[in-house]
């Protein structure tokens, strides 16, 4: 009797169904932060995946790179980058999609919303695909996130509202728009001022498959300008600092 052929091994599942239900946290320095240094977000990227994180969002090749090294672990990776007569900077371009695939990153986060744009949306998904990876497209309202789907994104997050002047300008994490998004049934990340693990859940009741937190873990200067801004005390860094220092970055080696 023959002997059966072994049984197909199932799909290994996406770096996306990885996250399902995962923290993930977005590890970036703006470049007049003092902590705008690969070796810095590095050693931020480890101390997060210690505490638990089940996934990293990393801006530019280089802490893509840095970040790769550390962890097999899903990799959201971005550019940040302006062009001239266009507003949309998150990983904009083709080359900039390619760029990320190229440094390791898993998924690529694009700006998906109505601002202006060097590169049509759906020649950045489709060559985010060619490259092997998913897309997870920035949005700011319902509308966009459903043409971002249509287009082919993989998922969408919330990540831009508040940050374009078509949607609501507010403090809070946008639940409004995710339950919106989960009552049609579009798959989401809730990204965008979750600064609290009261709106980590919120968000997480809100329907979101993952939730990417970022200054309020990764950006202790932000998050002690919340602090002294509440309580009345914030001292600017030039009063604080010893003479001589600034609060520019400094040159850091690993």
Do not use: N
Not at 20 to 42: E, F, K, N, P, Y
Not at 83 to 109: M, S
């Amino acid at each position: 009797m023959p002997t059966p052929p072994p049984s197909a091994q199932p799909p290994a599942p996406t770096p996306l169904a990885r996250l399902q239900g995962q923290l993930i946290v977005s590890v970036q320095a703006d470049d007049d932060s003092v902590l705008r240094d690969t070796a810095i977000i590095a050693a931020l990227c480890r101390a997060v995946l210690t505490g638990g994180a089940g996934g990293l969002r990393v801006r530019g090749a280089d802490d893509i790179r840095a970040a790769r090294a550390l962890t097999a672990l899903p990799i959201i990776g971005l550019t940040k980058t302006r062009h001239a007569g266009v507003d949309a900077f998150i990983t904009a371009t083709t080359r900039e999609v390619r760029e990320v695939a190229g440094a390791g990153a898993d998924i690529v986060a694009v700006d998906a919303t109505r601002l202006t744009r060097p590169e049509p949306l759906v020649d950045l998904i489709r060559a985010a695909h060619d490259a092997g990876l998913q897309v997870m497209a920035d949005i700011s309202t319902e509308d966009e996130a459903e043409h971002a789907l249509d287009l082919g994104a993989d998922t969408v997050g919330t990540t831009m509202s508040g940050y374009t002047p078509h949607s609501p300008q507010q403090e809070a994490p946008d639940f409004a728009l995710m339950r919106a998004l989960h009552a049609r049934g579009l798959p989401f990340v809730a990204e965008g001022r979750v600064k609290t693990v009261q709106d980590a859940l919120q968000a997480q009741a809100c329907g979101a498959f993952a939730v990417v937190v970022g200054s309020a873990i990764t950006r202790p200067d932000h998050v002690t300008r919340w602090y002294a801004d509440a309580l009345g005390t914030a001292a600017g860094p030039d009063h604080a600092l010893l003479p001589g220092l600034t609060a520019e970055p400094a040159s850091y080696t690993p």
